[in-house]
């Protein structure tokens, strides 16, 4: 099961696999508090991307179709993905943004359980 998370929220025994997949370290969070267990910063939309779309809910349809493009390209990191959902019985994508409905995070996890 793949599921999402604010990473500002406290780290729980159910999160179990903990992946950050934001391009940037979220402020005022120490590595230890994170209790991350992979950073995968380069699954992350690209700087260009993530600042055109800054988390603009008119704009999440078009996100939404420019990172699945980004993320043709990063195939492997899709895959890697993928196997730890085999390997774990949870995997929770990490997320900094405030909007819980329209970050990268909910948008690779649809991508990933869809296919």
Avoid: C, Q
Avoid at 27 to 54: M, V, Y
Avoid at 57 to 66: A, D, N
Avoid at 71 to 82: C, D, P, Y
Avoid at 98 to 106: C, G, Q
Wanted: positive net charge.
């Amino acid at each position: 099961m793949i599921r999402t998370k604010r990473i500002y929220e406290p780290p729980e025994k159910a999160d179990a696999f903990r992946v950050l997949v934001d391009r940037l370290w979220p402020r005022g969070i120490s590595k230890e508090k994170a209790d991350i267990a992979l950073w995968l910063k380069e699954i992350a939309p690209s700087d260009e991307l993530r600042k055109w779309f800054a988390h603009d809910p008119v704009k999440w349809k078009e996100f939404r179709k420019k990172y699945r493009e980004e993320l043709r390209s990063k195939a492997e990191l899709l895959h890697e993905l993928r196997a730890l959902e085999r390997d774990h019985e949870t995997v929770t994508l990490l997320y900094a943004a405030k909007d819980e409905e329209h970050n990268n995070a909910v948008a690779l996890k649809d991508m990933l359980t869809a296919s």
